[in-house]
């Protein structure tokens, strides 16, 4: 799988945790960096975490302390722990790969499709 395949998206009550999955293919998870990025309604793209191909990881500031980045290099996986969610985590999730260690979107060279996830009350 070149492009990434999000899944584990859905309704959550606010305070609650989510996990999301990345699934690419071996050469691509191998060689590559690896990040999460997302889109709230009415606003644009952000990163939200990358990690590197030996498991470093790297988080926006509205995350950092309630998500969790890893990666299973045997499984060609990624994933994004969410905890403490609130109404301003609802968007759509997009995972993706890149060859430089970066946060920036331009960088980033395969995208997955997105999975959807709405923070309820």
């Known amino acids: 799988q070149v492009q990434p395949v999000e899944s584990g998206g859905g309704l959550v009550q606010a305070g609650g945790s989510l996990r999301l999955s990345c699934a690419a293919s071996g050469r691509t998870f191998s060689i590559n960096h690896m990040g999460w990025f997302r889109q709230a309604p009415g606003k644009e793209r952000e990163f939200v975490a990358r990690i590197t191909r030996v498991g470093t990881p790297a988080y926006a500031d509205s995350v950092k302390g309630r998500f969790t980045i890893s990666r299973d290099n045997a499984g060609n996986t990624v994933y994004l722990h969410m905890n403490s969610l609130g109404h301003e985590d609802t968007a759509v999730y997009y995972c993706?790969?890149?060859?430089?260690?970066?946060?920036?979107?331009?960088?980033?060279?395969?995208w997955g499709q997105g999975t959807e996830v709405t923070v309820s009350s």
């Open positions: 993706a790969s890149s060859t430089s260690p970066c946060s920036l979107l331009t960088q980033y060279n395969y």
